[in-house]
């Protein structure tokens, strides 16, 4: 028998890698979990697996049943490989704005796709209401709810967080992490915490995120998220599946357990995609940019000698037409870096 069987066996376990350029630069042993090489290619294949075994358990979920989920895509994805696995329909409620490569794929993968304006969540328009309504209105249905259910902390805190303990030798000083349901850091936090309360650990948000402001000074509340502020078309950043301007309940579990909170700009994610790519070979998404560019900070702040860990949760390869698109990047006052050699800027 294989020691791994069928889709499921081939989620976890991934490797820790060393950002040779980043360590370099910063004197730190900058270590990134590479969440992307997940069969479905992102961290979300362990919650998407999670929620499903969980609501099987509970009877919740049985032969010919549907899973219904509002998300950005990345869950989408995995929850569609998932139920092909299973036997299950899969109906996944998407913001419109959100890269054209995610929505391709999930229909290729059998996902039946609804999209819909993004909407503030106060808004029976935003796309988690609307899957909310679509799977009471399905005989059989369950709503993944990623950012509520709590089988999302609960797999980090179980797997992720285990994994990254032992594959950094136990000897880690900080972890970085940026949130969109907030069930990785979470989990993961909570884990390191119990193992060493020293280690520390960063929450890397977007602009356009409420989050940075929670954590460092109890407000939940940005600029950009003023009501008087928000297009009908919400595009307050690049970055696709992270920032928020709630607090979810996997989040809240996790609140404790951070440090601090680094907020990153759409330019710094660019610059350090480009750089990653020229000098690491890592062709990564614009959140796990991000992480590596407060993976950076962090370690500059701690000064060398140090470990830091973050992770990369995706593949450049779903953001081809908006990471990737120098034209698109352009119409958001962006900058591409003029040659894929260019340094990382400063």
């Not at 109906?91 to 890269?99: E, F, K, L, R, S």
């Not at 988690?128 to 059989?140: K, M, Q, Y």
């Not at 609140?255 to 710094?268: G, K, M, N, T, Y």
């Amino acid at each position: 028998m294989p020691g791994r069987v069928g889709f499921d066996g081939l989620i976890g376990e991934t490797p820790l890698v060393r950002v040779a350029s980043l360590s370099e630069e910063t004197g730190c042993e900058v270590l990134a979990k590479c969440e992307f090489l997940n069969p479905g290619g992102s961290s979300k294949d362990r919650v998407a697996l999670s929620i499903v075994e969980e609501a099987e358990r509970e009877g919740r979920l049985g032969p010919g049943g549907t899973v219904v989920e509002g998300t950005s895509g990345s869950t989408g994805i995995s929850l569609a490989q998932v139920c092909r696995a299973r036997g299950y329909r899969c109906v996944i409620i998407m913001p419109d704005d959100q890269a054209i490569e995610k929505r391709e794929l999930l229909s290729r993968l059998g996902a039946e796709v609804e999209l819909v304006r993004p909407a503030s969540i106060v808004n029976q328009g935003h796309y988690v209401n609307v899957a909310r309504e679509r799977a009471a209105e399905i005989p059989g249905a369950i709503f993944a709810n990623q950012f509520e259910n709590m089988a999302n902390f609960k797999m980090h805190y179980e797997t992720t967080g285990p994994e990254i303990w032992r594959d950094a030798g136990e000897r880690l000083d900080a972890f970085v992490m940026s949130a969109g349901t907030g069930g990785t850091i979470a989990g993961v936090s909570m884990y390191l915490k119990a193992q060493n309360p020293d280690v520390r650990v960063v929450l890397a948000d977007c602009q356009g995120s409420s989050l940075f402001h929670r954590v460092n000074d109890g407000v939940l509340y940005t600029r950009e998220q003023a009501e008087r502020r928000l297009r009908r078309h919400r595009d307050d950043t690049l970055c696709e599946g992270i920032g928020i301007d709630r607090l979810t309940a996997n989040f809240e579990t996790g609140l404790p357990a951070i440090d601090e909170a680094l907020r990153v700009s759409d330019q710094e994610v660019v610059d350090m995609s480009r750089h990653l790519l020229a000098h690491d070979g890592l062709f990564v998404g614009s959140s796990s940019a991000l992480n590596l560019c407060a993976a950076r900070e962090t370690a500059r702040r701690l000064g060398p000698g140090h470990t830091v860990v973050t992770v990369i949760c995706g593949s450049g390869s779903r953001e081809l037409t908006k990471l990737y698109n120098d034209a698109y990047l352009a119409s958001r006052g962006l900058v591409s870096p003029s040659s894929i050699n260019s340094p990382l800027v400063q």
